[in-house]
């Protein structure tokens, strides 16, 4: 299930960076993994959403039409399988038949299609995902599995834009301005809650995979101060924090974050070299989350 929510953060990937996770030793098992956030969130919408942040909580919320593992590789997600023409202009996509969205009804080739016409729409500020579609020639819906993509142009690097997070048409239709909080997604997590500048909780949907998903929560706590951040990490508080050059020296000395944490190191996006330090790490999710986060 979900290839792309399963590497949910390696779409952006590629710069130093170190960071911490507790010890495998000291590793305990338990279902509520606690992230963090500089700030809190403008809204939950994938399409229109353009802060750095927002991709952290969507992610695991949201699945795109295809999915970006570790090595940057195209692998199936909502669409199970996808040809293209020989000339580069046709793209056939055939869904999952299982994907559902939180409300139980199904993915569609229809959300596929308003999702890209909204992305298409010159009134939605859609800025990270219009550069794929802006030739779009025709959009396609034979049945409810299969999506036809036309453009008027080829383009080598297309299918990276088919990673766009697909979102519900019928949610979209019957209250577009709540779509953002609530929103209806169709990822192995929806929302729980929102206390505003505090933190986001998301729960496990029913239908996903408790072996491949294996917290039941995720809770990301919203901290803009880095030292504030720093000292929740170092006493065990946080399953990931972010540590700056000036931290890093104490992170690998003091006794707190060293019972608790262990420094990794991982590329990421951008060239400078930053620092981030995930905290206790019990699982494969979490893994997932350490070797790709953005920084």
Same mark, same amino acid.
């Given at each position: 299930?979900?290839?792309?929510?399963?590497?949910?953060?390696?779409?952006?990937?590629?710069?130093?960076?170190?960071?911490?996770?507790?010890?495998? %030793?000291?590793?305990?098992?338990?279902?509520?993994?606690?992230?963090?956030?500089?700030?809190?969130?403008?809204?939950?919408?994938?399409?229109?959403?353009?802060?750095?942040?927002?991709?952290?909580?969507?992610?695991?919320?949201?699945?795109?039409?295809?999915?970006?593992?570790?090595?940057?590789?195209?692998?199936?997600?909502?669409?199970?399988?996808?040809?293209?023409?020989?000339?580069?202009?046709?793209?056939?996509?055939?869904?999952?038949?299982? %994907?559902?969205?939180?409300?139980?009804?199904?993915?569609?080739?229809?959300?596929?299609?308003?999702?890209?016409?909204?992305?298409?729409?010159?009134?939605?500020?859609?800025?990270?995902?219009?550069?794929?579609?802006?030739?779009?020639?025709?959009?396609?819906?034979?049945?409810?599995?299969?999506?036809?993509?036309? @453009?008027?142009?080829?383009?080598?690097?297309?299918?990276?834009? @088919?990673?766009?997070?697909?979102?519900? %048409?019928?949610? @979209?239709?019957?209250?577009?301005?709540?779509?953002?909080?609530?929103?209806?997604?169709?990822?192995?997590?929806?929302?729980?809650?929102?206390?505003?500048?505090?933190?986001?909780?998301?729960?496990?949907?029913?239908?996903?995979?408790?072996?491949?998903?294996?917290?039941?929560?995720?809770?990301?706590?919203?901290?803009?101060?880095?030292?504030?951040?720093?000292?929740?990490?170092?006493?065990?508080?946080?399953?990931?924090?972010?540590?700056?050059?000036?931290?890093?020296?104490?992170?690998?000395?003091?006794?707190?974050?060293?019972?608790?944490?262990?420094?990794?190191?991982?590329?990421?996006?951008?060239?400078?070299?930053?620092?981030?330090?995930?905290?206790? %790490?019990?699982?494969?999710?979490?893994?997932?989350?350490?070797?790709?986060?953005?920084?």
């Amino acid at each position: 299930m979900i290839r792309r929510l399963a590497f949910v953060f390696a779409s952006m990937v590629l710069a130093a960076a170190f960071a911490c996770s507790r010890p495998a %030793a000291k590793t305990l098992v338990r279902d509520t993994l606690y992230r963090h956030l500089d700030g809190d969130l403008t809204g939950l919408d994938p399409t229109t959403a353009n802060e750095e942040l927002a991709p952290r909580v969507e992610e695991m919320m949201f699945r795109s039409l295809v999915g970006i593992d570790r090595e940057l590789r195209i692998v199936p997600a909502l669409a199970l399988s996808w040809a293209v023409s020989s000339d580069g202009l046709i793209y056939d996509f055939r869904l999952d038949p299982n %994907a559902r969205w939180d409300d139980g009804s199904p993915v569609t080739s229809a959300d596929v299609a308003f999702t890209i016409d909204r992305v298409r729409n010159p009134q939605v500020p859609a800025v990270n995902w219009k550069w794929g579609f802006e030739d779009v020639a025709k959009v396609e819906t034979p049945d409810p599995l299969t999506v036809i993509v036309r @453009f008027d142009h080829p383009y080598a690097e297309r299918l990276l834009a @088919f990673n766009v997070p697909i979102v519900s %048409a019928a949610a @979209f239709t019957k209250n577009p301005d709540a779509m953002g909080r609530p929103p209806v997604g169709s990822g192995p997590y929806r929302l729980e809650s929102w206390e505003p500048n505090q933190k986001i909780t998301l729960v496990r949907r029913a239908d996903a995979s408790s072996s491949q998903f294996p917290f039941a929560r995720i809770v990301f706590r919203v901290i803009p101060d880095n030292a504030v951040r720093f000292q929740a990490g170092s006493r065990g508080d946080l399953d990931e924090f972010k540590v700056t050059r000036d931290q890093r020296p104490a992170a690998e000395r003091g006794a707190d974050c060293q019972a608790h944490n262990r420094l990794l190191f991982w590329r990421t996006a951008g060239s400078a070299r930053r620092s981030r330090c995930p905290g206790r %790490a019990p699982t494969r999710l979490s893994a997932s989350i350490r070797r790709t986060a953005q920084v």
